[in-house]
């Protein structure tokens, strides 16, 4: 049986991503006729069309889709082959790749990066932040080895652990009378008067699971992309918040008071996501050590 290198399985897959055969060829550095003939060479050894050609669109075809599907994970697999192979002599001697949700990296990433480069001499540690949908996404695509998120979250296909539970506390002005701080009824608050992170960012829906609103009038429509903006908001009176124990200290020298809700309800997991059947499982669960088990409240 005659096998097809992984260089064209790298063609089709790029090409399945853009969808344009010379964006397809930039992005691995290769010439666009490279690159064409690289994938009618596919089709001839599997015997089917992959990709419909027009003078103006790329189309693929049902098996095309499938295929990529599939070259994707055979790509990945052989990267993962070449990192073990790699690991036997130095399990560092690739870089560590780690991604963390926005509401997360500033609060405990610099620290815990700086507790790695101590405790592993020589390590490459490239740090991203995004989205937890993203950062799962780039973990399933082997683009990262390891991300640091909030849970609960559908994780999918990929493992998780807890390292500790972080709780929350109701921010609002220290003069405001939107909400009784000593006994919050969030239901009780005025429209649009509860402000959270906008779609996407899970510290949004661990707010919303505490709050169990019987409705969403009090939700303001005004969605921010960070804790900073929220923050200032709430120094405004211009509603009130749900602020994590981390990130407490953006509240200094604010006119801002929080009372600390029960964390049986107002909680979010802080934990790692990792691809399963990591060829480096063991210096991931060696870094996953280091994390602290809680942060100054």
Not at 111 to 134: H, K, P, V, W
Request: with cysteine.
């Amino acid at each position: 049986m005659h096998l097809p290198p992984i260089r064209q399985l790298q063609y089709l897959v790029a090409l399945r991503e853009q969808l344009h055969f010379g964006r397809a060829a930039s992005t691995l550095n290769v010439s666009q006729s490279t690159l064409s003939t690289g994938i009618r060479e596919l089709e001839k050894a599997l015997g089917i069309m992959l990709v419909e050609r027009t003078n103006k669109s790329v189309a693929f075809t049902a098996a095309g889709d499938d295929i990529a599907d599939r070259a994707r994970y055979i790509i990945m697999q052989a990267e993962d082959l070449v990192t073990e192979a790699r690991s036997f002599a130095d399990p560092l001697a690739l870089p560590i790749k780690l991604g963390a949700i926005p509401t997360i990296a500033p609060f405990l990433v610099p620290d815990f990066a700086l507790q790695l480069q101590q405790s592993f001499a020589g390590m490459q540690l490239y740090i991203r932040e995004n989205t937890t949908a993203n950062l799962i996404a780039e973990l399933l695509d082997n683009k990262l080895d390891i991300g640091l998120l909030a849970l609960p979250y559908d994780v999918g296909q990929v493992e998780t652990r807890v390292i500790y539970r972080e709780g929350f506390s109701l921010a609002c002005h220290e003069s405001s009378r939107l909400i009784d701080a000593q006994n919050p009824d969030f239901d009780s608050l005025p429209d649009e008067s509860l402000l959270l992170l906008d779609d996407g960012h899970c510290l949004r829906d661990h707010a919303l699971a505490g709050c169990r609103l019987k409705g969403h009038r009090q939700i303001h429509t005004f969605g921010a992309n960070s804790l900073q903006m929220l923050i200032r908001m709430v120094d405004n009176d211009l509603g009130v918040t749900l602020v994590p124990d981390m990130a407490l200290g953006l509240l200094d020298n604010t006119s801002i008071r929080t009372t600390r809700l029960p964390i049986d309800q107002f909680y979010r997991d802080i934990g790692f996501a990792w691809r399963k059947g990591h060829s480096r499982a063991e210096t991931l669960d060696a870094i996953m050590s280091l994390l602290p088990f809680s942060t100054p409240a």
